[in-house]
């Protein structure tokens, strides 16, 4: 009989202490859920970002000489949390402005692009590791002043991939890459026609709702047009202010 209480008693302070536990626990994640909430609640969701870069293209053309030279491209993008932190709407446009130390003095060139994408991010880890992933769609064209050389109107659709680490102080470092298939008239082939950009991003956080993000990109572009082969090759550096 003895033995029986004890075993009853022993059996009582156990089911507490799992009451009290289980209680504790649940308190931590209704704390842990209205701490969520509330971050999405105060989460910024529209960015604006102005940019300026400096890239150095490559173009070359069959039956052409080379144009080579670098350029000040002025950027602009916009992106919008649609369904915080999960999916997000994003516009992106550039354009050459100014160029210094051309190959071809006898032409004039420009380059225009851009973009939208509609995407999602997801948590790698609990150590701040996110997966973006977007797709859309994308044109670029060139304005060339005497039109010898060149593309106009170039689109098609676009796949875009970012894999970025977020410290505890809010900097994050990213690696991304573009695929983007181009139609033309020879047809879909995304094997000839096709953009395919690879680079590194670095987002330095000046206030909570302040960042300062420099981005390195190598981009190669690869068309056959009209029986013509067409090759570009662009690395960029850029600052913007995300704000």
């Known amino acids: 009989e003895e033995e029986q209480k004890q075993k009853e008693e022993e059996e009582r302070i156990r089911a507490e202490q799992e009451k009290k536990t289980a209680a504790a626990r649940a308190e931590k994640e209704a704390e842990r859920d209205a701490a969520r909430s509330k ?14 870069g400096s890239s150095y293209i490559l173009y070359t053309e069959s039956y052409e000489a080379a144009l080579s030279g670098i350029f000040v491209t002025p950027q602009l993008s ?35 692009g851009g973009d939208a994408n509609v995407g999602f991010s997801v948590p ?36 875009y991939a970012m894999v970025d ?27 000839n026609n096709r953009e395919i950009v690879a680079g590194l991003m670095w987002s330095h956080q000046l206030t909570p709702r302040l960042s300062l993000p420099v981005q390195f990109e190598y981009s190669m572009i690869d068309l056959l047009l009209s029986n013509k082969n067409l090759q570009q090759r662009t690395f960029q550096v850029s600052v913007g202010l995300s704000l």
């Open 78 to 112: 916009m992106q919008y949390v649609v369904l915080p932190p999960w999916l997000t709407l994003q516009i992106s446009a550039f354009i050459t402005a100014v160029s210094f130390g051309s190959s071809r003095s006898d032409v004039n060139a420009r380059f225009f």
């Open 39 to 52: 971050q999405l609640a105060e989460m910024k969701r529209f960015y604006f970002t102005p940019a300026v």
């Open 124 to 159: 790698l880890s609990r150590t701040g590791v996110r997966l973006h992933m977007l797709g859309g769609w994308y044109y670029k064209t060139m304005f060339v002043s005497p039109a010898t050389l060149g593309f106009q109107n170039l689109m098609g659709p676009t796949v």
């Open 165 to 191: 680490y977020r410290f505890k102080s809010g900097h994050s470092l990213g690696l991304f890459g573009k695929f983007s298939p181009a139609m033309s008239d020879t047809g879909f082939n995304p094997l």
